[in-house]
């Protein structure tokens, strides 16, 4: 393949850049010098190589470059199509299956919707309903706080780990729930490309 050879400059703009480079100082070589021309004599100690000084952090250890490239993120997570949620709420869409989480607790509430979400997908379900819960209106003695399950679920949802089974999510109508429950979308079987 033969090199393209650029545009040469006019001898004004040649003086131009004569001009603005006057004044500049080059840079101190990196790397590798310049060869020089052999001396005459050869001088009793050789002059030291000088060497890149690599940025302090994560690339200085190697440990970066031998690491694979970060997988694509998934894209982002889409609720109801309003036409969908409409029926839903009025009861002319049935929801394919539900699951109540009530009293349990985070760790027992994680494996269970874990396992709900890949029996709905694996059923061909579209839309499920997940019931959190609003919390009791006193509140947790512990925590000191109302409907922990209420707040981490959608949370749970988001995570990498429950992508390949959910499309999106959105609170539920208030025949549903409300606050106290969710519509989620489930991605139908083969339809994730982040595995």
Known sequence: ?????????????????????????????????????????PDETPAPVPTAALPPGPAASGASALRPPAPPSPPPLSPLEPRQRRRIARGTRAIDMRIDLHGLTQAEAHVRLRGFLSYAQSSGAAVVLVITG???????????????LRRVVPQWLSFPEFRPLVVGFEEAHAAHGGGGALYVRIRKSGKWGGR
């Open 1 to 41: 393949m033969s090199r393209r050879r650029g545009r040469q400059p006019s001898p004004e703009e040649r003086r131009l850049w004569e001009q603005v480079t006057a004044d500049v100082d080059p840079l101190a070589p990196r790397g590798r010098a310049r060869a020089e021309a052999p001396s005459a004599e």
């Open 134 to 148: 609003k919390g009791a209106p006193g509140g947790s003695p512990v925590a000191g706080e109302r409907g922990i």
